[in-house]
């Protein structure tokens, strides 16, 4: 299938021969059609997937099919997001695809001044990206006035929730008119999802192109088992390979971003690091100079890099394993995108394996091993990791992750998904050796 066959005008399809896109992804195969007859969607779609061209190709569609009146323009699609990254990520997709139509967007967020966002709602636009606080202030303001809208898209609506946004979803809903075209996407359908998604969608067309929590098949992944304090000599190891262009790599706190950027910096490599702390300014110039690849490591939290869309990103590394499982899908999703290959490498010390359980769990296999490198972890260190998650767990403390469990470097591709063993002398597997001489395994 090419994009011809989806009845796209002409306007847009040069755009998208302009931008490269030949043929589309099975997420735009399936959603633009019904868009474009005015359906509600709702969709299940993982990060990579190429959800913000199903959304906005027949936004764009369905918008230049209907002119404006004359006077300023007003505005006819409301986009919610919940990060200022994917804001202007769609932002910047919609202006893309959109160049020959004629039709204006802004994206508005908060961290930066609001006057050259003003400035343009006044102009006039038919299209509105924003962030659920900004907007919400704007609104207040009056400066935003939905009562002319047609369309409105909900993205990443899961994470909108675990932000804590959805009571300023729920304010955004009471204002909207009842009568619109509503899209809903979301890369999880748990339950709280779902009671959202009917509170806005009308006999919606149903979209999912992959299985919630999955993994893309392009994307290889494995694991190395390194000590917490190793963990910066094997990331610089790692990045003496020349195949390695360009790393996102994620941490779970601030401070760790901040720490891991400024190690890698100090080992004579170009790192930024991009978290919430950060000026607006200075996240949008990091991400900048990391698809420029002037910088080779952008380092992130999670908040921080749902949004980042890279175009050839060929590897996404974990320092530290995140401990919601369905954390690391995301993560690992910023590589292989659109039917690209990509690698996938985490790093997981003694205290976070019960991490990796809970992932292996969730995804349904393996993450291979790889334990041929300089910094593997002995029987020591993980019965010394053992010990603190046990004292943790004493005073009431972390390190446990969601699920409980036992795990060493023994971990064998191809065995159960939802646990993972020390491989001493096993049973049919052969001895495994306790020591710090690396034995050899295919990733």
Known sequence: MTFENLNLIEPILRALQAEGYTKPTPIQAQAIPYILEQRDI???????????????????????????????????????????ELAIQIGESLTAYGKFTGLKNTVIFGGVPQRPQTDALRAGIDILVATPGRLLDLMAQKYVHLQHLQLFVLDEADRMLDMGF?????????????????????ATMAPEIMKLADTILVNPAKVEVTPAATTANTIKQSVYYVKKSDKKNLLIHLLKDGEIDRALVFTRTKHGADRVAKDMSKAGIQAEAIHGNKSQNARVRALNNFKSSSTRVLVATDIAARGIDVDDLSHVINYELPNEPETYVHRIG???????????????????????????????????????????????????????VKQQKKRGGGGGGRRPATAGPGR?????????????????????RWDNKPRTRQA
């Open 42 to 84: 709702l969709g299940c779609a993982q990060t990579g997937t190429g959800k913000t061209a199903a959304f906005s190709i027949p936004i764009l569609q369905l918008l230049h099919a209907q002119p404006q009146q004359n006077g300023p323009r007003k505005i006819r699609t409301l986009i919610l997001t919940p990060t200022r």
């Open 166 to 186: 959805v009571n300023d979803v729920r304010k955004v809903l009471k204002v909207l008119p009842e009568k619109k075209q509503s899209l809903f996407f979301s």
């Open 412 to 432: 064998r591709e191809g065995a159960a998904s939802g646990s993972a063993r020390p491989a001493g002398n096993s049973t049919g597997g052969g001895t495994r």
């Open 334 to 388: 910023r590589t292989g995108r659109a039917g690209a290959n990509g690698t996938a490498l985490s790093f997981c010390d003694g205290e976070e394996t019960s991490y990796l359980v809970s992932i292996q769990k969730l995804i349904a296999k393996a993450v291979p091993v790889i334990d041929n490198h300089p910094y593997p972890m002995t029987a020591k260190d993980f019965a010394e990791a053992a010990s603190t």
